[in-house]
C-alpha cells in the first residue's frame, strides 16, 4: 500500500523502533502523529521530522492509563480528521525470574503491551470500519512464539498480541482493513535494559538496529502481509517451536543457568514505554 499522505499514528514513538519506524514513515511523506509518555522526546523528533514529512504533530499519552486510549483516538481524530494506519509499538520488558517479580510490574506489562493496543483498536475500527480501509499494525516479538525463560510475562503478553492479531485478521475479512503482527528479534534499543544486554551478549544472541527492523516493518506494511518474523534462524526457531515444543524446551533449559547471572532482584519493569 502508498504511505504517502496517510494519518499515520506512531505508538511508543520515544521508543528506539517506534522512533525508527516514524523516520521511515517521514520519508514516505506520511502524516505523522507521534504518542508516547515523554513529550519532550517526542517534540524533539517531530522538530527533526518535519524537514521531510508533510506533517508530524504530537499527542503525548500513558497507554498504560484506564481510557487513555479511547482519549488518544478522539483527540486524533479531532485534529487530523481519520485514522488510516496504527502503528502498535508501545511496549515494557520485565527481565529476570518470574519469581522475584512484583505482581504491579507484571500488571503495568500487560496493560503497556496487551491491552493498551487492543483498547486502541477498539477505538479506531468503528472509523476504519466507516471509511471501509485501513491498517492495523502490531510489533510483538519472536518471543510472543518461543517462551523464552527471563522474560515470562513479555513473552506473555507477546503470546496475547499475536494471538488477538490473528483472530481479528480472520474477523475482518473483507472489511478492507489489514491486520499485521510484526514480530522482531533481540533488538538494541533501551527496551532492553544493561542486564538484558549483558545476557544476550554472553549467549551470542543476534541483536538488531532498530534502523534495521523498522526498514522490515515497512516492508511488511508495504506488502500488507500477515505475519513477519524478523532474523534467521530465530523464524527458523519459531517454526520449530510450533511443531517440536518439546525440543526447544531442552536447547532452552540448558541457557537458564547462563542467564542466571545476569537477573537483576528485586525484578522491575524496564521504564522505556516505547520498543
Not at 479511547?70 to 520488558?93: D, P, Y
Not at 477498539?122 to 510489533?139: D, F
Not at 515470562?152 to 491486520?179: D, H, N, P, Q, W
Request: net charge positive; proline share 4%; hydrophobic share 45%.
Amino acid at each position: 500500500m502508498s504511505i504517502a499522505g496517510k494519518v499515520v499514528l506512531v505508538t511508543g514513538a520515544n521508543g528506539g523502533i517506534g522512533a525508527a519506524i516514524a523516520r521511515e514513515l517521514s520519508m514516505r511523506r506520511a502524516s505523522l502523529v507521534l504518542t508516547g509518555r515523554n513529550a519532550t522526546q517526542l517534540d524533539a523528533l517531530a522538530t527533526e521530522l518535519r524537514g521531510s514529512c508533510s506533517k508530524v504533530s504530537v499527542a503525548a499519552a500513558d497507554l498504560g492509563e484506564p481510557d487513555s486510549a479511547r482519549e488518544l483516538v478522539e483527540r486524533v481524530m479531532k485534529t487530523s480528521g481519520a485514522i488510516e494506519v496504527v502503528v502498535n509499538c508501545a511496549g515494557i520488558q520485565n527481565f529476570g525470574f518470574f519469581s522475584d517479580e512484583r505482581p504491579e510490574d507484571t500488571e503495568r506489562l500487560f496493560r503497556v503491551n496487551t491491552l493498551a493496543p487492543i483498547a486502541l483498536i477498539n477505538a479506531v475500527l468503528p472509523h476504519m470500519i466507516e471509511r471501509r480501509a485501513g491498517h492495523l499494525v502490531n510489533v510483538g516479538s519472536i518471543f510472543g512464539s518461543i517462551g523464552f525463560p527471563c522474560f515470562a510475562s513479555y513473552s506473555a503478553s507477546k503470546f496475547a498480541l499475536r494471538g488477538f492479531s490473528e483472530a481479528l485478521r480472520r474477523e475482518l475479512v473483507g472489511s478492507g482493513i489489514a491486520v499485521t503482527y510484526v514480530a522482531p528479534r533481540f533488538t538494541k534499543t533501551a527496551l532492553n535494559g544493561s542486564a538484558a544486554t549483558r545476557m544476550a551478549n554472553a549467549l551470542s544472541m543476534h541483536q538488531d538496529e532498530p534502523s534495521d527492523v523498522a526498514r522490515a516493518v515497512m516492508t511488511s506494511i508495504d506488502r500488507g502481509g500477515a505475519d513477519s518474523y524478523f532474523g534467521w534462524p530465530e523464524k527458523l526457531f519459531v517454526r520449530i517451536n510450533s511443531i517440536f515444543p518439546r525440543l526447544v524446551d531442552k536447547s532452552l533449559m540448558k541457557q537458564v543457568a547462563q542467564m542466571r547471572p545476569f537477573t537483576v532482584k528485586p525484578l522491575r519493569a524496564t521504564t522505556s514505554e516505547g520498543r
